[in-house]
C-alpha cells in the first residue's frame, strides 16, 4: 500500500500538467485535501467549464466563449488593421498593452519545417481569406522574434504582397529596462539596424 | 476585455494552489484547453472524489479512503509499535522504506508555542488513549529533526514516560550518500554524539 486510491488517482491527474512532477503533484494533491469542498467544487466545475464552454473564433482564431470573439464583435475596433500572432497568450500580452485598437489573427503556432509544420497547418488560409474583404489596410506581423516565427512572418509578408497591403513587421531591439552589457549578438545588431533619428 | 470568462476561472482556481503564482496558473490553464475532453473530466472527477471519499482515519489520524484505515486494519501488523511521525507524507515515506511492520500514529502538525499550537492542537490525545490499550511496547517519536519536532517528541516522551511505555526516538546523523564536509554543526555533532561501536 502506498497512497491511498482517491488520492494517488488525483496525484497522476497533476502529473498530467506541464511542469509538475511526482513530488509537486503530490504536495498539491494533499494541499486538495486540506482546502474546502466548495473551493474543490468550484476547481473542477472550472476545468470542465473552461473544456466545455471554449471554442475558437471562427474569425481570427482567439479562444473565446462566443463566436464570433469580443474583439471581433467589437464594433470600436479598427477594422483597418490585423495584427498576427502565433498565441491566444500573445493576444492577452497585446492587450494588457491597451496601445493597439484593431483586430488580430491568431496563427495557433509557427512555420517549423524540422517539426514538419507547414503553412497548411496553422492558420494562414484563414488569414488569406480575411484579406479579401476590402477593409484591411495593414497587416502587422508580431510572431515571436525566434526562427520559426520569423519564418512565417517572412512567408506571410510574400503571400500578401502583391495583394498591395501594407505589411508591417514589429521591432526587434533591447527591451526596455534592458542592459547593453547584456545583450546577445543578434539582437544588439537588430537594434542597430533598427535606429532612428530623435 | 482579458481572458475570456470561463478560463479566467480556471487560472483563479489553479491559483489557490501552493507555490501557483499567475504566469504559470495561466500556463497550466492553457494547457487544460489542449487536453483530451476525457482527461479533464478524469482531472475534475479525481479533484472531487479525493476531498469527498478520503477521511482520516480514527485510530491513527492516517488519511484513508476506509476507517479504521488499511495499515490499521492489518491482522500482519506489529501491534506492539507505535510510530509517532508529524504528517501523512511521513506515514507514505516509512512505508516507502518496507522496514517498518508496526503501527503509526499521525499527529497532523507538532508543537509550536510561536504559531499558538499547543498538545491539545495536535493529534496528542488521542495518542495517550491508545496507550491505554496493553498491547503497545515500543512508541518511536519519528517527529521531524526541526525545533518543533523535537519539543514534540520531547513532550510525548515525559507524558509516556510513568506508564513504562519505552520511548524511542529515531537516530540524527549524517544522512547516507551526505558528505561530512557539508554537514551543519549541530547535525555533525548529533552524528558524534550518537555514535555506536562496530
Redesign the interface.
Known amino acids: 500500500?502506498?497512497?491511498?486510491?482517491?488520492?494517488s488517482?488525483?496525484i497522476?491527474?497533476f502529473m498530467?500538467?506541464?511542469?509538475i512532477g511526482p513530488k509537486?503533484a503530490?504536495?498539491?494533491?494533499?494541499?486538495?485535501?486540506t482546502?474546502e469542498?466548495d473551493?474543490?467544487?468550484?476547481?473542477?466545475?472550472?476545468?470542465?467549464?473552461?473544456?466545455?464552454?471554449?471554442t475558437y473564433c471562427s474569425t481570427c482564431g482567439h479562444?473565446?466563449?462566443v463566436d464570433p470573439?469580443?474583439?471581433c464583435q467589437d464594433p470600436r475596433r479598427d477594422r483597418s488593421m490585423i495584427c498576427v500572432v502565433q498565441d491566444?497568450?500573445d493576444v492577452?500580452a497585446m492587450?494588457?498593452m491597451r496601445d493597439y485598437n484593431g483586430l488580430y489573427h491568431v496563427l495557433q503556432g509557427a512555420i517549423s519545417p524540422m517539426d514538419g509544420i507547414g503553412p497548411e497547418d496553422i492558420n494562414i488560409p484563414a488569414l488569406i481569406q480575411r484579406l479579401h474583404n476590402d477593409e484591411v489596410q495593414e497587416l502587422i506581423l508580431a510572431t515571436n522574434p525566434t526562427i520559426e516565427g520569423e519564418a512565417t512572418a517572412m512567408y506571410i509578408s510574400r503571400l500578401v504582397k502583391p495583394s498591395g497591403i501594407k505589411t508591417t513587421r514589429i521591432a526587434h531591439g533591447l527591451p526596455v529596462g534592458g542592459d547593453l552589457e547584456y545583450a546577445d549578438e543578434v539582437t544588439l545588431s537588430k537594434a542597430l539596424e533598427g535606429r532612428r533619428e530623435l
Open positions: 500500500m502506498h497512497y491511498p486510491e482517491p488520492i488517482r488525483l497522476d491527474s498530467k500538467l506541464p511542469g509537486t503530490s504536495r498539491l494533491a494533499f494541499f486538495v485535501l482546502m469542498e473551493s474543490v467544487l468550484t476547481f473542477a466545475k472550472s476545468l470542465v467549464d473552461a473544456k466545455r464552454e471554449l479562444i473565446t466563449d470573439c469580443h474583439i491566444t497568450k492577452i492587450e494588457k
